[in-house]
Nanobody
Framework: VQLQASRGGLVQAGGSLRLSCKVT????????YRWYRQAPGKERELVAA???????SYVDSVKGRFTISGDNARIWVYLQMNSLRPEDTAVYLC??????????WGRGTLVTVSS
């Protein structure tokens, strides 16, 4: 399984940005997709998760602002980010885990939110 995330970018506070993650390879083995982020000087943080049955979960700080979703074939997994805040600035990483708990990572993409 390979994951390729779209470019992040620079956005003003209050703005929106959508990250995309293209999934290639043995997608049918994937049981959960996740987006993580890592801000400068901070530990990596799980932001959102999407299970194969469509259930979603979010870290409290993004609830109501971020939405994780995927197309039916799970070729694409998205993270829609609205009402962005400067504290959302981080490198965002697409992640997948298969049914045997093997984990896959995409390259990080930088999202910068200016105040």
């Amino acid at each position: 399984v390979q994951l390729q995330a779209s470019r992040g970018g620079l956005v003003q506070a209050g703005g929106s940005l959508r990250l995309s993650c293209k999934v290639t390879g043995s997608r049918n083995s994937i049981s959960v997709y996740r987006w993580y982020r890592q801000a400068p000087g901070k530990e990596r943080e799980l932001v959102a998760a999407l299970t194969e049955d469509g259930s979603t979960s979010y870290v409290d700080s993004v609830k109501g602002r971020f939405t994780i979703s995927g197309d039916n074939a799970r070729i694409w997994v998205y993270l829609q980010m609205n009402s962005l805040r400067p504290e959302d600035t981080a490198v965002y990483l697409c992640h997948a885990e298969d049914r045997w708990a093997k984990r896959y990572w995409g390259r990080g993409t930088l999202v910068t939110v200016s105040s």
